[in-house]
Every structure is written in C-alpha cells, then in structure tokens.
C-alpha cells in the first residue's frame, strides 16, 4: 500500500503564485511516476503534470510555461511549482502514484485563483 499526503492548496489572486508538495510513504519502489491531476467543478479530472522517478517529465498544454513539476526522490516527494495562476487554474489538485502497475490518489488539495 501507498499512502499520499497533499499539502500547499489555497486562495490566491490571479497572477500569483502556489506550491504543492505529495509526500509518499509505504510500499515504493524506485521506479514510479508521480505526478499531478485536478478536477474542477462540473468537469472531468485531468492532467497537470507527471514526472518519473528517471526525470522524464509531461505538461498538459495549458499550464506549460507556468507549472514546474520536481521531485525528491529520496523523500518520496513530488512538488508542483504553480506560477502566473488563472481563475481557470481553480480546483481540487490531486496527487498521483503509478508503482508496480498500481494507481495511488491523494486526497486532494483545493486551489483557488480569484480574479
């Protein structure tokens, strides 16, 4: 089992900027993806950005340029660097764990970007 823990959610105004931080801990090997999804109201669940325990690295195109994904992976921990935030950034972001086959979620942390 692996356990998520989000933290790094809030309000901000547009044009500001936020870090999210998911530490994992339980059963986790050294080859895994972690990475980021968010859901806002009345839409699916998409994606942010992943990036792999070897460094590669994925962007959904609408934050490219403004989000910067990096791990620790001695701490198991994965950060989601949010800078020149938009009302359209507003949602529950989720962390994600892909090991052994396996998908772990966080619980979800809210963002919110006032205009």
């Known amino acids: 089992q692996v356990q998520l823990v989000e933290s790094g959610g809030g309000l901000v105004q547009a044009g500001g900027s936020l870090r999210l931080s998911c530490a994992a801990s339980?059963?986790?090997?050294?080859?895994?993806?972690m990475g980021w999804y968010r859901q806002a109201p009345g839409k699916e669940r998409e994606l942010v950005a992943t990036r792999s325990s070897s460094g590669t690295t994925n962007y959904a195109d609408s934050v490219k340029g403004r989000f910067t994904i990096s791990r620790d992976n001695g701490k198991n921990t994965v950060y989601l660097q949010m800078n020149s935030l938009k009302p359209e950034d507003t949602a529950v972001y989720y962390c994600r764990m892909t090991v052994s086959f396996k998908l772990y979620w966080g619980q979800g942390t809210q963002v919110t970007v006032s205009s």
């Open positions: 339980g059963s986790i090997f050294s080859t895994n993806v």
